[in-house]
């Protein structure tokens, strides 16, 4: 009802994804795919049947490439939780997740799929001085490069969703800074 929502486009068409809300407030990730001129029935991303009754306010990421499709999510059913989960068909269906942090975590993720298939995830992390905003690549079975810290932020909801994208060999981030007066800032991270 509220949690921000993101879109892809796949060689098959675009995807859609965002937090679906079932009758007993169930609060998992789905995706739609437009194919045929037509939406698709919305998709599991995975049952992790976080039951809350109230909107967290914390959506979903998703990158494409081809037919290769990354979702990235805030999830709290026991802890709070960022996973990821890939998929090879366009979003049709979806590997098992991968755990990409656990425990003291904001979310407030974003995805971008990489040339050689991993996926770099980034999120807000509290700390003693307010947040960080992290990013780390993961591939289909875990961590596949160490976690870097990209800047300082806060965990106040002024301080909005981070976001990053590919730009020329590297990713471009870009987050509101919420002090006085709040102001944009970015950071530009080469790939190895």
Do not use: K
Request: charged residues 25%.
């Amino acid at each position: 009802d509220c949690c921000q929502t993101d879109a892809a486009l796949t060689t098959e068409g675009p995807v859609v994804v965002y937090r679906d809300r079932s009758e007993r407030e169930v609060r998992d990730i789905a995706l739609v795919r437009h194919s045929g001129g037509r939406w698709s029935e919305p998709v599991h991303v995975h049952d992790d049947g976080w039951v809350i009754d109230a909107c967290p306010v914390n959506g979903p990421a998703v990158d494409a490439s081809g037919r290769t499709v990354a979702v990235a999510w805030f999830t709290a059913p026991d802890v709070p939780r960022i996973r990821l989960a890939f998929s090879e068909d366009a979003g049709r269906t979806f590997g098992p997740a991968v755990e990409v942090a656990s425990g003291d975590v904001t979310g407030r993720v974003d995805v971008v799929l990489l040339d050689d298939g991993r996926a770099v995830v980034s999120w807000l992390q509290p700390s003693t001085d307010g947040a960080e905003i992290r990013a780390q690549p993961f591939d289909r079975h875990g961590p596949a490069g160490a976690p870097v810290t990209v800047a300082a932020s806060s965990v106040q909801r002024a301080s909005g969703f981070p976001q990053m994208v590919r730009a020329g060999d590297g990713l471009l981030f870009a987050w509101t800074d919420s002090g006085e007066p709040s102001q944009v800032r970015t950071a530009y991270a080469t790939l190895r």
